[in-house]
């Protein structure tokens, strides 16, 4: 058992492998934080606690005048509501009566082998080689019989805690949550932590900040009804001092697609709180007596060996922990072409068919029929919510086009935008009722288009029917699943007044159920998932998404920031990446390289290249087979910062028993009779030696001389080339 309950002591010490997560009931049964760091043994780390009168911080009416017990002073595991802890709140909840305050106290617990499954929400799943162990701890009010369920799953091997919390209404009359947080992390001393977070915009994901923590609110948030391309749903707290290879990193990543919240606190005494879940500004959920409601699971990480190990705790665990699909690792996945870039709207069955023609030249093995197939689809102004084939393009219907391009040896991928309707549809047309739209007031378009209320059982089970109605017509062995605005208009017609502070996580939950509907039944279907780029790449999405489509930017150059910051969470083969004809200054190998950080593909009209563009191509897609194991399965290793003014950005996946690596070096930037320049490997067996080919030069070295010296990049080379390093241990 990973998790070990001393009972004189009353602490709960949750072990990975290589951490220790302690929790105690102490003082009036109020449940404190101890500790989250390194192993320790399970001694009783209450110690660290001092406990001094505090002026203005209140004391429990039951500490008896005890001026020193303040709950705005102590480590807290979730927090109360108006009993005297001022700092930012784990949940607020309106009671029966009108009231707002919440005192949880420990009431019970259990513990059981495997990890706990949330109502409604995805979590992470336990494989055969896991050891996975759960806390379940009850806090209570006497007063409302409010209880909170505090969730754990320790995931020993993965150095994993997944946490979440579930509110339970014991009372008589119902209740209101105004905010309900799926984690509370409380640190004694957060003066020298530096938040990290990827903040982004539309195509310009996940770029990465650090700010040192300073006394007030930092606040981390999603309102779109989407995790968005602005905010990641993804944080760290880590060491001022940490880099790459050295000191504490906290990683907190929320399973949830919708609006969210991170926020940490650097309080009066250095103390730092960080609480992260349903973003609580236009929330407000109704739990009647005897009800539930279950907070997003969020995944969390510790290392003192900084930012690589953090991020290879997340890659392996999203490799193995999230999704089921059988295209995670048993099954390669194909070299894929789209046509978004390639055609937009128009094209016909006869054009699919000649750009997969000249793309199986080129090694590519599937290709994705984008937006425009359905309904009346000639621009963005029509036709969303009618999935039915658009007899005017597909002019031979759907089976007879996949067949076509079966026989050609290639797979065949589609396009779906679930979540929304034009106003020129037939759906909009039956139902208009089904957008969303506030009483009184016209919709917020976006992209032309409307959101339907995904919160209704009726559009849940639309979409559900035709979508499979399509998948189910022919031979399909990939879908694009997009989202193309943010969510506004928060009103559903089936709920009411007093429950339309539910509409944005009931949409979330809707959606998921959506997904179960569609994804989960068909596991011989690949699916990817894209929200105009990466606006909803989270944890939550990679349950379902073997892959999400990082950013609707193929500029390889802007790829280059997008893949290192999606990096520190997210693994190499979560991350679609295509070769497309922007920045055409930029050598179309280079293009492929920078795409090999990702999942490979193109997105362009291949009967556009030349023969010598189609080879080159040709021989790129050779070297997506050769390194596929490397980059879907090694660990990734970022070599450079490309956020500093760097001539070369480089990177590195290496295999599990470091005998193959591969060094991917980019050159950004060639200044006239430069400096030779040389980059560090990393991860290599020491005393091994490696062949190393990539540059036109062979050469044997050994790890540490790689490690430690580096590579010489050559320099008398064209702008924008880039290398790549194969590095073998040849004895
Ligand atoms: C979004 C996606 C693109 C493409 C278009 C189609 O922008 O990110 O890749 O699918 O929609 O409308």
Redesign the pocket.
Same mark, same amino acid.
């Given at each position: 058992m990973a998790i070990i309950y001393n009972e004189k002591k009353r602490t709960f010490s949750l072990h990975t492998a290589k951490t220790t997560y302690q929790l105690k009931i102490g003082n009036l049964n109020y449940v404190k934080h101890l500790y989250y760091g390194a192993t320790i043994q399970d001694e009783d780390l209450i110690y660290l606690v001092r406990r001094y009168d505090r002026g203005f911080s209140g004391n429990p009416y039951e500490s008896l005048k005890e001026r020193t017990f303040s709950l705005d002073a102590q480590p807290q595991e979730f927090t109360t509501q108006q009993q005297g802890d001022f700092r930012i709140n784990s949940i607020e909840v309106q009671n029966a009566d009108g009231s707002f305050s919440f005192n949880g106290r420990y009431r019970s617990h259990k513990m059981y082998k495997g990890a706990f499954t949330l109502n409604g929400l995805p979590t992470a799943i336990a494989t055969e080689n896991d050891t996975v162990d759960t806390l379940e701890l009850v806090i209570e009010d006497s007063v409302t019989k409010i209880q909170v369920t505090l969730l754990y799953s320790v995931f020993e091997e993965a150095d994993i805690i997944m946490r979440a919390a579930r509110v339970h209404n014991g009372g008589e009359g119902e209740i209101s949550l105004k905010r309900i947080m799926s984690v509370n992390m409380d640190y004694m001393n957060g003066r020298n932590l530096d938040l990290v977070s990827l903040p982004g915009r539309y195509g310009q994901e996940r770029q990465v900040e650090r700010q040192p923590l300073t006394h007030h609110v930092h606040k981390i948030r999603s309102g779109r009804g989407i995790s968005s391309h602005q905010q990641n749903p993804f944080i760290a707290l880590v060491d001022r001092t940490a880099n790459e290879e050295y000191g504490s990193c906290y990683g907190f990543s929320l399973m949830y697609s919708g609006s969210f919240i991170a926020e940490v606190e650097l309080d009066q005494y250095d103390q730092a709180r960080l609480v992260m879940g349903i973003n609580d500004r236009l929330f407000s959920y109704v739990v009647g007596p005897g009800e539930d409601f279950d907070t997003p699971a969020v995944l969390m990480t510790y290392t003192h060996k900084g930012l690589t190990k953090m991020s290879h705790n997340y890659h392996n665990f999203f490799r193995n922990n999230l999704n089921r699909s059988k295209f995670v690792k048993d099954v390669k996945r194909p070299i894929l072409i789209?046509t978004?870039e390639a055609a937009f709207f128009d094209f016909d069955d006869e054009k699919l068919v000649e750009i997969a023609k000249a793309a199986r030249d080129m090694g590519v093995e599937m290709i994705v029929m !984008?937006?425009?197939w359905f309904g009346k689809r000639d621009d963005?102004n029509s036709g969303l919510g009618d999935w039915v084939v658009n007899e005017k393009k597909i002019k031979c219907g759907l089976p007879k086009l996949v067949s076509q391009i079966n026989d050609l040896g290639m797979k065949f991928g589609i396009?779906f935008?679930p979540e929304m309707v034009s106003e020129d549809s037939d759906l909009f047309r039956a139902h208009p009722d089904w957008a969303m739209e506030i009483p009184g007031r016209r919709a917020v378009r976006s992209r032309n288009q409307l959101v339907l209320d995904v919160s209704r059982r009726e559009v849940q089970d639309y979409l559900i029917r035709s979508i499979n109605g399509i998948l189910d017509s022919a031979n399909i062995y990939y879908v694009?699943w !997009?989202i193309?605005r943010a969510i506004t208009d928060l009103w559903s017609n089936v709920l009411p007044a007093d429950r339309q502070g539910e509409i944005s996580h009931r949409y979330v939950l809707g959606l998921y159920r959506v997904m179960d509907g569609i994804i989960k039944t068909h596991p011989d279907i690949m699916f990817e998932g894209?929200?105009?780029?990466g606006g909803r790449f989270d944890s939550a999405m990679l349950t379902y998404f073997v892959q999400y489509?990082s950013s609707?930017n193929t500029k390889p150059l802007d790829n280059l920031k997008l893949h290192y910051g999606s990096s520190f969470v997210y693994p190499v083969c979560t991350m679609g990446a295509h070769v497309s004809t922007a920045s055409p200054m930029v050598p179309i190998e280079t293009k492929a390289a920078i795409a090999m950080c990702g999942t490979f593909g193109y997105e362009l009209d291949a009967t556009k290249l030349s023969k010598e563009e189609i080879e080159k191509c040709r021989k790129m897609s050779g070297y997506y087979h050769k390194f596929y194991d490397l980059n879907f399965f090694g660990d990734y290793y970022r070599l450079t910062n490309p956020f500093e003014p760097v001539n070369l950005v480089a990177w590195e996946c290496v295999a599990k028993d470091k005998k193959k690596a591969l060094l991917t070096v980019v050159t950004v930037h060639l200044t006239v009779n430069g400096p030779q320049e040389y980059i560090k490997c990393k991860g290599l067996l020491p005393n091994r030696k490696y062949r190393i080919t990539g540059d036109g030069n062979e050469w044997t070295a050994t790890g540490m001389a790689l490690m430690h010296a580096g590579v010489p990049v050559p320099r008398e080379i064209p702008e924008f080339t880039a290398f790549l390093y194969h590095l073998e241990v040849i004895d």
């Open positions: 789209n978004w !984008d937006d425009g963005d396009w935008e694009k !997009d193309n894209c929200a105009g780029g489509w609707d």
